[in-house]
């Protein structure tokens, strides 16, 4: 028992929290706690008002100790008791459930089952009714769900001009009241919206693991703002970094579409005349951006890869067809055979006369071994 208790005495200081035997409190709701996770045999925890936070763990001999009450919000904090978040404090009773009973439970299990009847949560047709009359009393409108869709719209198509033009303060104070305190209002509203673009921006095309980076950063500077407007300036920062991100994705894509949509037409027209003006007029992009990006993509030029592709025809025409060399440098669109001997040459090293009839001979030789295999 004397190692439990000085393990116990550890935990409360590491964690600041007051940490007890329930027989040493006399708070009602304290007690009730305690008689609750003696009767559940599990870690359990309460919020009061929103933010007053008490925990309770029993032992496997009966004993329930209490952690608590602590305050979640600094502002409401007219008890002076304790500052913590909820995350730590979850990780404060997860640690004295095991020092006590030797189980580990995670903070998520206590989250599910350790904060007991969800009943007064729930949403009745009352708390409905009394929301909808505040709102018409006060004449507060609700952001509209078109307006909502044309702002995420703005940041999956990467449309940041559009984004900016759909953002304004008022917007803010329109999309609801979620909390009494203006500035919590702001902040749980401007979460909501980055948790909300950071789907849009993966819809565009961003990689999950950096749209999830971006949200967490953007969370966290969330948490040190101060006013309404720093609020406002953090989201319109954030909502305009995910359209940006997107805008730049897609400049990638399209650069790259533009690569394989230039290959992609010269390969089925090798027979034809091919200009760098007429793929790029039929592409529909600027002559000399196709042929940077072209060059930065291949590491050849586009009528380097033309030649490339001509000869590659080239050998394969020799290699399968009854056509003369003439016909096929015609076909393949060379000024002259003189000329496409020329340009074979360098590529194959060899004529394209020499080419035929080496590949010819490797024919007949292949020929001859498969019909001694078979004899």
Do not use: W
């Not at 009730?32 to 032992?59: K, Y």
């Amino acid at each position: 028992m004397d190692n439990i208790l000085f393990a116990i005495d550890r935990l409360r200081r590491l964690s600041r929290l007051p940490i007890g035997l329930a027989d040493d409190l006399t708070s009602p709701q304290q007690r009730m706690l305690a008689e609750r996770a003696a009767r559940e045999q599990f870690p359990v925890f309460e919020i009061r008002n929103g933010t007053s936070i008490s925990g309770a763990c029993t032992d496997q001999g009966g004993q329930t100790f209490l952690i608590g009450p602590a305050e979640l919000d600094p502002e409401m904090n007219q008890q002076h008791h304790p500052l913590t978040t909820l995350p730590d404090f979850l990780t404060t009773l997860a640690l004295l459930n095991q020092i006590l009973n030797g189980q580990m439970v995670t903070e998520e299990h206590l989250m599910r089952q350790g904060a007991g009847d969800s009943t007064s949560a729930q949403i009745d047709t009352s708390d409905l009714l009394t929301y909808r009359l505040d709102q018409n009393e006060h004449e507060i409108s609700h952001l509209s769900y078109s307006q909502e869709k044309q702002l995420i719209n703005a940041i999956r198509d990467g449309n940041v001009q559009g984004m900016l033009g759909s953002l304004d303060l008022s917007l803010i104070s329109r999309a609801g009241r979620v909390a009494r305190k203006q500035i919590k209002n702001y902040e749980y509203l401007a979460c909501s919206a980055i948790t909300l673009a950071t789907r849009a921006a993966m819809d565009g095309g961003i990689e999950p693991q950096m749209a999830y980076a971006m949200s967490d950063l953007y969370l966290q500077k969330l948490e040190n703002c101060d006013s309404e407007n720093a609020i406002f300036a953090l989201l319109q920062t954030a909502l305009r970094s995910f359209a940006e991100a997107v805008a730049r994705q897609r400049q990638v894509r399209n650069r790259a579409s533009y690569i394989e949509a230039c290959k992609s037409y010269i390969e089925s027209h090798l027979n034809k005349p091919l200009r760098l003006d007429d793929i790029a007029a039929v592409l529909d992009i600027n002559r000399s951006y196709l042929s940077r990006r072209f060059s930065a993509s291949e590491g050849i030029g586009v009528q380097e890869y033309i030649r490339r592709k001509r000869i590659e025809t080239a050998c394969g025409l020799l290699r399968h067809s009854g056509r003369s060399i003439a016909e096929i440098a015609s076909y393949l669109c060379f000024p002259t055979q003189s000329y496409f001997g020329q340009v074979f040459r360098h590529y194959m090293g060899m004529t394209p006369q020499k080419y035929r009839l080496a590949r010819q001979t490797e024919v007949t030789e292949s020929t001859k071994r498969q019909q001694k295999r078979y004899k």
